[in-house]
């Protein structure tokens, strides 16, 4: 069945409003789609409110950063996000990411490229990130593209990078349960882990409370698929499926077993 449980927002770095995205599942037939914004739950009331109206089953949940070795992004779905004390949690990880982006536009500034941080607070409805940089980036004629922007300037490890405060991946699978939320590990591509290497983080993941994986991902191969099926049921983790949209061209909608939604859905304590 159709479902996507790994959309963005302009709560944070997606083009769509959360009105607009359920409007969007409604039209492709996705009964199923969880609002999982960059550090921020802003955008989820707004998208209940459409989803009732469009009989849309809307998960409410985010993305956090996280912190192991390397950035690690953890998926919180059916989280409390009318709790005031986990709303606080998320202010604080909305500050460190505007501390991030004066410190990036500061370095932008040696290479020319002249953003102020009103410019940037102007071009984005929520929660700002690199992809907002990207787009005035092109739109000021710095890079010829968005790909671009990432791959000489503001990608990880790049010359104007700069990281953010972030949890550890421990205390964001912490702070997700203790607000009623289910933590499941985005995107295991983008831990650039294979092999025994993965399945030894994956297992002290479960070990510290995972209860999903993200196996089926718009950028994952079919081999990267097996590969991480063969571990959810090994360390009897629930098998996602999400997009990760953020904009027009990217993918929208995956395919998943009634099953494994049906144990996600089963999960929700709300």
């Known amino acids: 069945m159709k479902v996507d449980l790994h959309v963005h927002t302009t709560a944070s770095d997606g083009l769509l409003s959360p009105t607009a995205i359920i409007s969007k599942a409604n039209e492709n037939r996705i009964n199923t789609i969880a609002i999982a914004d960059h550090d921020t739950i802003d955008g989820i009331p707004e998208g209940m409110v459409a989803a009732n109206e469009k009989g849309v089953n809307l998960i409410p949940a985010l993305e956090i950063s996280a912190k192991h070795d390397k950035q690690i992004h953890m998926l919180g779905y059916f989280v409390d996000y009318t709790n005031l004390k986990f709303q606080n949690f998320v202010n604080k990880l909305k500050n460190s990411r505007d501390d991030r982006n004066q410190k990036m536009l500061k370095k932008l500034e040696k290479f020319g490229f002249e953003i102020t941080i009103e410019e940037l607070k102007a071009s984005a409805e929520g929660n700002i990130g690199r992809p907002h940089i990207a787009d005035i980036m092109v739109k000021k004629g710095y890079v010829s593209t968005f790909k671009e922007a990432f791959e000489r300037y503001i990608g990880n490890d790049k010359s104007c990078y700069v990281s953010k405060e972030r949890p550890s991946i421990k205390k964001a699978i912490e702070i997700i349960k203790k607000y009623k939320g289910v933590p499941v590990l985005a995107h295991p591509k983008y831990t650039f882990l294979r092999n025994e290497d993965l399945d030894t983080f994956i ?59 049906d144990r996600l859905l089963s999960m929700n304590s709300i």
């Open 203 to 261: 297992s002290y993941l479960a070990d510290v409370g995972l209860e999903g994986l993200e196996v089926y991902y718009s950028k994952h191969s079919k081999e990267e698929q097996e590969e991480y099926l063969k571990l959810a049921e090994k360390y009897s983790l629930i098998p996602t499926a999400g997009s990760d949209y953020h904009r027009n061209g990217d993918v929208f909608g995956m395919d998943l077993k009634e099953d494994y939604l």
